[in-house]
């Protein structure tokens, strides 16, 4: 088995990437498509509100903050942002959510090709940034939300996949 070790910051962290465990205190954190299910798998028994964004989006820059609301509000929900920006970009990203989101976290996808990762939960989709896939405590996804949407849209799909499971 191959280990692929990513050493970032001045703090010398250490990070396996395409590990669910590769998350530590960074802005910025790499996963590939198996990671992603790692994850996932994970969070079951959680909400999990997955949000695909990038720097250069301006509707998915204008929902984070809407997205932040939500987390922190919502009991037994879990945000779970994921850069689509290109792999080599780690700095960038960390940088800019630095500059406009202190404190918001996100992983950063590692596969070249934006499918090969949002495919681990939507095989049909369509390449529109944002997308957000809420996923109810069973891993079922209950709602996808493309483009920007409003917190009252978030909501309702939010409960949607509070009603949907045990």
Known sequence: MLL??????????????????????????????????????????????LNFWATWCRPCLEEI?????????????????????????????????????????????QERDMDTLVSVVDAAWNEVLPTTYVIDRSGQVTARLQGGKSAEEFAAAVALARASGP
């Open 4 to 49: 692929i070790l990513l050493i970032t910051g001045a703090a010398g962290t250490v990070a396996a990437a395409g590990s669910a465990s590769a998350r530590i205190d960074d802005a910025v954190s790499p996963v590939d498509a198996a990671g992603l299910r790692e994850l996932l798998d994970a969070r079951r028994g959680q909400i999990v509100v």
């Open 65 to 109: 903050p809407v997205l932040q609301t939500l987390a922190s509000e919502g009991e037994g929900l879990e945000l779970l942002p994921v850069s689509l920006d290109d792999p080599g970009s780690a700095a960038t990203v960390e940088v800019f959510i630095e500059q406009w989101f202190p404190g918001f976290r996100s992983w950063l996808s």
